[in-house]
């Protein structure tokens, strides 16, 4: 069979399983890659080792990068200092929408997975609101506005390998000094779809200091105006850590990402308590292996569908009837739809577009843009952070739709925008 229409076969089996079966992403996906290179002719060897190959490079380029996210996270969650960093923020930002949108926004970036910073953030961010469906809203808040950053600043999973293959010794700040302001364009769009959505939400006006816990207060003492400096330790080692490992020890894009990354998980550890660190360490594997594994299986199902050549020939067959300028987007679009991870559709329309003649008639910034935009086009039954957000708000799939998949896809339709208009200017 050709690999087009394999392809949506596939699309379609994975959907019906993950809504009527409800497993593991990581089983779903592996199943998928299987279906698709039997239905395309390959020998079950050949598929097999695709998923090997697949699951391997994934994990080699993110397993790293995502075990440190999950240990900084779950060392916080020990002590309580994710409280603590909410209530910093709290002393900036009174709106409880706001301070979900911008808490979510603020930390996918250091922990380095949008899919992290939801799960430790939504325990503490439900006690902002009594009622339920106000509580869901701050949720889907933490998830849009962590999806906003991770695929658009650098240095994300999403951003790192398209900036490795496209940028030319193009400048990281270059590329953050417009995707910054971008992406809080976008976070603003966010705010007022909601508000849009949810009229009243804002209307209530709720005592945020009578439902944080004692230690969250800010009351008028000294102590509780200080900033909570150790909650904001691994972050800023991070932070530091980037210019050391640019001006002293020469770090390619990617050993970079994974130095600073274990600077801020070791940060974390050491200034930890002991009783603390075996628990956290424990539990952060577990969390990362969770992760690893859905990204490992997309990325099985992606390497696969590359092996067979489908990329290629839907290169080919796109560059027949759209304006090249839409063909990252587009082409990018199909493979988070077939496997629902930014970071492997990242790498993948990457390696797809290495050496294709778009490289030469696309600004890089604009190819970047243009494969951000299409990670976010299709964000439903194959993507994990949808599944997360079923479990913790208990909504069902159309309000999921209208929370999640319709304003993320809104952000890659402005972000699409954008890369237009830059294209004519840059």
Known sequence: MDPLPAFFIVIICITIFSTWFRI????ILIGGAMLFGLLVGMTWDMVMMGIIDGVGKVFSAFGIIILCGAVITKLLQEQNQIEHLISDI??????????AGFSGYLLSVPITCCITAYIMLHPVLKTLEKDRKKQNILLYLVATGSIVSYALIYPTPVIIPLFSAFSSGMSPVFFNAITIPLSLLLLSGLFIYFRFLYPDKNQVKIRINSVLPESMRDENSETNQKIHWRAWAPFIAIIIAIPVSFFFLNLSHASMVNFIMLIGATTAIVISPSKIRTSGLSQGAKHAGIIIFDICGAGALGYVIVGTGFAMEALEWLGLFIPVIFIPFILAALIET?????????????????GSVVLDLLHPVTLILLI????????????????LIQRTTGDDMKTIVKNYTVPIALVGVGILLV????ESIL
């Open 24 to 27: 593991s992403p990581f089983f």
């Open 90 to 99: 709290k002393k900036l930002i009174k709106a409880p929408s706001l301070i």
């Open 372 to 387: 951000s935009a299409g990670s976010c086009m299709i964000s439903y039954v194959t993507d994990p952070y949808f599944w």
């Open 419 to 422: 890369a237009i208009v830059l």
């Open 338 to 354: 077939a496997q629902g991870s930014r970071v492997v559709t990242a790498v993948i329309t990457g390696q797809v577009l290495t």
